[in-house]
Structures are given as structure tokens and as C-alpha cells.
């Protein structure tokens, strides 16, 4: 899921969720009862949201209140390298990677095996997203399992 958008490229990763026609991005705990939404630190404060310690607008919602609950799976290219997007948030993205030898860029921060980056998400080519509908109604039932 990416497109051209004022210049700009459009990409979605990690978890999201439509309420009340909006759509934000959530923390990466989704299997529960409660759901955190996420809105970028330079947003201006939005309706029911409080800041949190990083900057960021968060607000807790009940998994039901919510219309949509969906999982983005982002694979890009940055610098040559082959990247997973974790998380974008405005326009930064949260990369992850564990190619051998990781660019030669300040913003690289390296764990053992892998290394991440936050870098903007113009600087991201090849982008390739699939999305993964997650159920709004809890409990959530295994699928297969008949109650």
C-alpha cells in the first residue's frame, strides 16, 4: 500500500484502526480487550488523546468502539538495503533489518545481528505492504474453535 500523495509517498505499517472515520496507528498490542491509538508528535492534540513521555498523542479505546482493527506488513528499500517497516508515524519510519553489512548512516542503530533506523519515509523506494483484517469484536475466537 503506497502511493504518490502531494509529492510525498504514502506508507501504512504495523497496527492501525478506524474510529469514527479516522484511521491512526496503534501501539503493537492488538489481542487484547483495550487498543492504543497512536497519532504523530507534531500533530496538533487531538480530540480525547493525551501525550505521552516521547511525544506522542495516545488514546485508549475499547477493541468494540472501533469500526476497523488491521495489520500492515511493510517490506522496502532504504540505501540499498532490504528493510522491514515497523511503525510510521507522520513521516518517519521505523526500519529493521538484519542485512550483513548495515548502510553507513548516523541514524543506524546496531543489535547484535540486525540494526533499525528511524529515517523519513521519502527516503524509502520498493515499497511493498500487505494488510491483515483483525476481528473488533472480544473476545476474539480462534478460528476453527466453536464455542
Do not use: K
Not at 500492515?72 to 511503525?87: F, I, L, M, P, Q
Amino acid at each position: 500500500m503506497s502511493a504518490r500523495d502531494g509529492g510525498r509517498i504514502a506508507v501504512l505499517a504495523g497496527g492501525h484502526a478506524e474510529l469514527d472515520g479516522v484511521v491512526h496507528s496503534t501501539t503493537s498490542l492488538l489481542s487484547g480487550p483495550l487498543i492504543q491509538l497512536l497519532v504523530h508528535r507534531d500533530a496538533e492534540a487531538p480530540g480525547g488523546f493525551e501525550r505521552r513521555v516521547d511525544g506522542t498523542w495516545m488514546r485508549v479505546v475499547e477493541r468494540t468502539s472501533l469500526t476497523r482493527l488491521f495489520r500492515v506488513t511493510t517490506h522496502a528499500t532504504w540505501r540499498g538495503h532490504e528493510v522491514r517497516v515497523e511503525r510510521v508515524l507522520g513521516h518517519e519510519a521505523h526500519l529493521w533489518s538484519q542485512t550483513y553489512r548495515p548502510p553507513d548512516d548516523s541514524r543506524v542503530v546496531l543489535d547484535r545481528d540486525s540494526w533499525s533506523a528511524t529515517v523519513p519515509v521519502d527516503e524509502l523506494s520498493d515499497v511493498v505492504s500487505t494488510t491483515g483484517e483483525l476481528s473488533v469484536t472480544w473476545p476474539v475466537r480462534p478460528e476453527g474453535l466453536a464455542w
